[in-house]
């Protein structure tokens, strides 16, 4: 019978816990791939889990985010974008899942490895076999999981993401009468189980209509009976899940919110703390619809080591983000009656019993050669073997992998035999000595060593007997875990043989060395590289980069620009010759790897990164370069190396903002009462022309210029801090939102508590550099934290900062918030500084806090009204601000006309600002020519506000809209596009706040208040998400400054 269509996979991705194992698993999908076992159009993935204690959970969030970039890559995109996921059709496989908690709960991570195969429960071979395959193979576990998720499964199921653990043996019949029809929300698929074993398992409690109520793990008598089915089984929690597209892009969402952040690769190369998270306690828990939130908040997961428990503040926040994020996600179960699951345990007898067929009559042969089959038992298999002359197989017992054979000269002294019932024997290479009786021979050293000494262990092993020599009569899956994977050769990709001149041993070979072994055309390309560098010319050198990998010499390309970058003495010279190095190693990834952007604080990359900070350019750039050629093996981590040297540029472009500290200043002025409150509240930004202009090095390179508008949401101004002296030399941390009870609080008690103020995703980290640009306390002091603030204060601080805006919304949020929290604090210590200080003191601070970003958003929203800020093309960097004058009565005709629209989208893009200097770098000529539009057309834009006119100010905001997308590719999403277009005949102009990607929309309506009507426009329009519409209007007092009482 012909094989029925499968799914058509659009990406599997296969995670694991070993860096090493990433290639090895890789090729073991492309094989399978090539025995069109899987589609031939179907991207393939393996990837490793970005710590070893993420959980379940952090390893599905992570995987998601992989698969999005790649996904989002190959759409031509150049940041993530949750609108791929929506025709697309994901299977995530996990190699160390950890459902059977009871088991895994308790051991090491090393403990986790299965003691029985070398590869993993995935790779474990069964004795079946598919004699529709058009390709004869062993069967593993994985390709018994392949086909059930591809042909029992998966089909019917909408565009979405499946999730899979390996550690299970799964039976489903062939339909297993799923229906979708009308389905949203999560799905997971359970099979029956007995209440004896859900004892020590995950059980869930559905009501009538198939919607998870609560999920239980070792539960109680009474919580199980409450589960049962009425034949008395259970719906065992399986390790099958499925998340619709909307569900999936609400979790993927999550990646950029501190702490699940932490979960991804992501976040801990941007350095933020991991967060262990479990797929079904912590994600799939939340949507259950009898759990509580105040329950859940307190809830720690049963995978949570006993180890884990001081981080619980810090897990009550990443709950509080899944919550926010899926609790409105609908959970169903698909219960599977005539299905069985059994997870994979330690245990050698039940191991032994899944390989085995008790009642059967006869043995299992699978692709192997038996001589004499009569002398097999009973209820036993035979896998992958050469058996040869009289061998013979207890019942019930279990061989694979092996070439046994009795030698002629012994053909008559007996047989060798497997006597005693329940015996297994595993090999996986060559054994020269002969079987005594009694006893199996000790192993030849070998990568399978670890596995043979675990079977001598094995109870109820029985006696061989005669002259036998076992083989690999079957290849292991094309490298393993302890041969390959943990011991990979030395050497680089055999594509790139020329990056062998890119080599730490070839890096300081003199350039007369690198002209003598390059042709002509090679060397004039490197002089040329060399002069426009030095030269400071607007002249790309992207296209000699391409020409340079292509034609194989990436590696003298490489030398030419460290030395460029080393030598020159000028930090932005040598802030593009990085950047130069990672489009090279950019394109050597040939397209593969993600996303170009991404995080850079991975800790191999510590030390280079370290001589920068400090100045020493020379020493940093060969730092850079030394740990530059560990990087070079495969495109994911040609790509990271990328990211990482773009880092390393910026670390130079921050010490050039810092100049921009020559004009702070304060004066000194009475210090509140004891205990007395000082407050700051700002207005949100809205950007109407002349974004980007103001991110350095562009600021100063080219010289910047923005329109803004400081604007109220709903009437109220939605950022602010407060702070005030406390007599206990500490520092009390609280963020948001206002009220105390509903804050996450911080104390600070020792410097340590502030040594995370540089790493921004860290829980209070702009809090921290607060603090210390305040010149409050001093990190490096030799005087403790409690000594710093007796001496110079009496006493300690308390910060309280909020936000009424969500997360990425594109009005500027962070940094007036940080303008916020530096002026009540200087406020509370005595010292007044002027918003124009003000303005450049939180440029200090994003510098130090290590964000970056340009100086708009605190200009838009610590100054009222509207105005235009401008920069020149120098250093120091000096930001001076020009007040817009308008005709009498069009700030309230403005007022009118203008509406904020909440997309509904989160912005995925958190590297857009990595994507707009890359491309400045690389001087495209496009790119060059649009930042010089973006400052000129902000002077026409200040003129139209100056005439008054909506009409001319909708133009300039449609003009402005396209050239953000000209300098940012991928910031505008599918259900963006789709509102955009809905409200286009309602508008003026429009554009997506912010670098865009998601957050808020700005209207300039044709008519007067059309809150209402818009509403209306936007009910009928599909595809559009959780949208709300906000009035706005412009604010004419800025940032403002109060005393209260306790």
């Given amino acids: 019978m012909e094989q029925p269509k499968g799914v058509d996979w659009t990406v599997i991705i296969l995670t694991c816990q070993y860096k090493d194992s990433v290639e090895v698993f890789q090729r073991e999908l492309e094989i399978r791939q090539k025995r069109e076992q899987i589609p031939a159009r179907t991207l393939l993935l393996a990837v490793e889990d970005p710590e070893v204690h993420v959980g379940s959970g952090g390893a599905t969030l992570n995987a998601l985010l992989v698969v999005a970039e790649h996904l989002s890559a190959r759409a031509g995109f150049t940041v993530v974008t949750s609108d791929v ?17 009871f088991c895994l709960s308790l051991l090491p991570p090393q403990g986790r490895d299965f003691p029985f195969d070398d590869c993993g429960r995935a790779f474990t071979c069964l004795p079946v076999e598919n004699p529709q395959a058009p390709v004869e193979a062993v069967v593993c576990n994985l390709d018994c999981l392949l086909d059930i998720m591809s042909h029992r499964l998966g089909p019917g199921s909408p565009p979405g993401v499946w999730v899979c653990s390996t550690d299970m043996l799964l039976s489903v019949p062939p339909n297993p009468g799923i229906s979708w029809d009308g389905f949203r929300g999560a799905r997971v698929i ?5 209440t004896a074993y859900a004892r020590n398992h995950g059980v869930y409690l559905m009501d009538s209509q198939g919607f998870v109520l609560d999920i239980y793990y070792q539960g109680t008598e009474a919580e199980i009976q409450r589960c049962a089915r009425p034949d008395g089984r259970v719906p065992l929690v399986s390790g099958l899940v499925f998340f619709s597209v909307e569900t999936a892009e609400h979790l993927l969402a999550t990646h950029v919110s501190p702490p699940l952040d932490a979960c991804t690769y992501m976040g801990l190369d941007s350095g933020a703390r991991p967060v262990q998270l479990s797929l079904f306690f912590d994600i799939l828990l939340c949507m259950a619809r009898n759990v509580r939130r105040e329950d859940f908040l307190v809830g720690q997961p049963p995978e949570m080591g006993q180890g884990d428990a001081d981080i619980a503040g810090y897990r009550h926040g990443a709950r509080a983000e899944l919550w926010r994020e899926l609790r409105d996600q609908p959970l169903t179960v698909a219960y599977v009656p005539d299905g069985s699951y059994n997870y994979m345990t330690n245990s050698a007898s039940e191991f032994l019993h899944s390989l085995t067929f008790p009642g059967a009559p006869g043995a299992q042969v699978v692709h192997s050669q038996v001589e004499e089959r009569q002398l097999l038992g009973a209820g036993s298999s035979v896998v992958s073997c050469l058996l040869e002359g009289p061998v013979q197989l207890a019942p019930g017992s279990v061989l694979q992998h092996c070439h046994l054979r009795v030698r002629p000269e012994r053909a008559g002294r007996g047989r060798a035999r497997v006597r005693k019932p329940g015996s297994c024997v595993f090999c996986g290479h060559a054994w020269g000595s002969p079987v005594h009786a009694g006893r199996l021979p000790a192993p030849l050293p070998g990568p399978h060593s670890h596995r043979h000494r675990l079977l001598r262990e094995w109870p109820g092993r029985g006696p061989v007997r005669g002259t036998a020599r076992l083989g690999a009569a079957r290849p292991r899956p094309a490298g393993t875990p302890c041969a390959a994977a943990r011991h990979p050769q030395p050497g680089l990709h055999p594509r790139w043989p020329s990056r062998q001149l890119g080599k730490t041993g070839d890096r300081n070979v003199s350039q007369h060395v690198l002209e003598s072994v390059l042709p002509e055309d090679r060397h004039s390309a490197l002089h040329k590289a060399r002069h426009v560098l030095e030269a400071r010319q607007d002249l790309s050198l992207r296209p000699l980069i391409q020409a340079a990998v292509r034609e194989g010499f990436p590696g003298p390309l490489m030398a030419t620009l460290d030395q460029v970058a080393a030598g020159v003495g000028d930090p932005g010279v040598a802030a593009r010759a990085l950047a130069c190095v990672a489009d090279v190693l950019g394109c050597m990834a040939e397209g593969q790897g993600g996303l170009r952007s991404g995080p850079a604080a991975n800790p191999e990359w510590v030390r280079p990164f370290s001589y920068l900070e400090c100045g020493d350019l020379a020493r940093g750039v060969a730092a850079l370069a030394e740990e530059r050629d560990k990087w070079l093996s495969r495109p994911a981590l040609l790509v990271r190396a990328a990211r990482h040297y773009e880092g390393a540029g910026q670390i130079l472009i921050r010490q050039a903002v810092m100049s921009a500290q020559h004009f702070v200043s304060s004066v000194p002025v009475e210090l509140p009462a004891p205990g007395q409150w000082v407050v700051a509240e700002c207005p949100a930004r809205v950007d109407f022309s002349g974004g980007w202009s103001d991110t350095p090095p562009l600021a100063y390179e080219l010289g910047g210029a923005v329109l803004g508008l400081a604007v109220r949401v709903n009437g109220r101004r939605p950022i602010g801090a407060r702070a005030r002296c406390i007599p206990e030399p500490e520092l009390w941390l609280a ?64 910060l309280h900062t909020w936000s009424e805006l969500p997360h990425g919304s594109g009005l500027g949020t962070s940094s007036i918030l940080a303008g916020a929290a530096l002026a009540a604090l200087q406020r509370a210590a005595g010292r007044a500084v002027g918003t124009e200080a003000l303005i450049h003191a939180v440029l200090h601070l994003e510098q130090v806090l290590t964000t970056g970003g340009g100086w708009q958003d605190q200009v838009g929203g610590l100054m009222p009204g509207i105005k235009v800020g401008r920069s020149r093309a120098q250093l120091p960097l000096k930001v001076e601000v020009e007040e817009i004058t308008v005709p009498v009565g069009f700030v309230q005709k403005l007022n ?83 509102m955009m277009d809905a409200l286009a005949p309602h508008v003026h102009g429009q554009s997506l706040a912010g670098a865009g ?23 009928k329009t599909e595809g559009l998400g959780n949208y709300s519409i906000h009035l706005v209007e412009v604010d004419t007092q800025g940032l403002s400054l109060q005393l209260l009482g306790d």
């Avoid at 996921?85 to 908690?101: D, E, G, N, T």
């Avoid at 009118?896 to 000529?925: C, E, F, I, M």
Wanted: with cysteine; proline share 5%; aromatic share 6%.
């Fill in 85 to 101: 996921l929506h025709s697309a059709w994901i299977l995530i496989l996990h190699m160390a899942l950890c459902l059977k908690l």
């Fill in 997 to 1019: 990607g998601g957050g808020f929309l700005y209207l300039l309506t044709k008519e007067p208040r059309q809150k209402e009507a818009l509403e209306a426009v936007l009910a």
């Fill in 190 to 194: 359970a099979l029956p189980g007995s």
């Fill in 735 to 798: 963020l948001g939102p206002r009220q105390d009870k509903m804050a996450t609080k911080i104390v600070c008690g020792s410097l340590d508590d502030l040594q995370d103020y540089c790493q921004p995703h860290a829980p209070g980290a702009l809090l921290k550099a607060a603090f210390i640009c305040a010149g409050i306390v001093s990190v490096h002091s030799k005087l403790s934290l409690s000594e710093q603030l007796l001496c110079t204060f009496g006493g300690g601080f308390e």
């Fill in 896 to 978: 009118d006309h203008l509406l904020l629209v909440y997309t509904g989208k989160t912005r995925l893009a958190r590297n857009l600002l990595q994507d707009v200097l890359r491309s400045w770098y690389a001087r495209l000529p496009a790119v060059v020519q649009n930042a010089r539009n973006l400052v000129r057309h902000t002077e026409e834009c200040a003129e139209a506000f100056r005439q008054g006119s909506l009409p001319l100010l909708g133009q300039c905001l449609a003009s402005y809209w396209e050239q953000k997308k000209l300098m940012a590719p991928g910031c505008e999403p599918l259900a963006v596009r789709r």
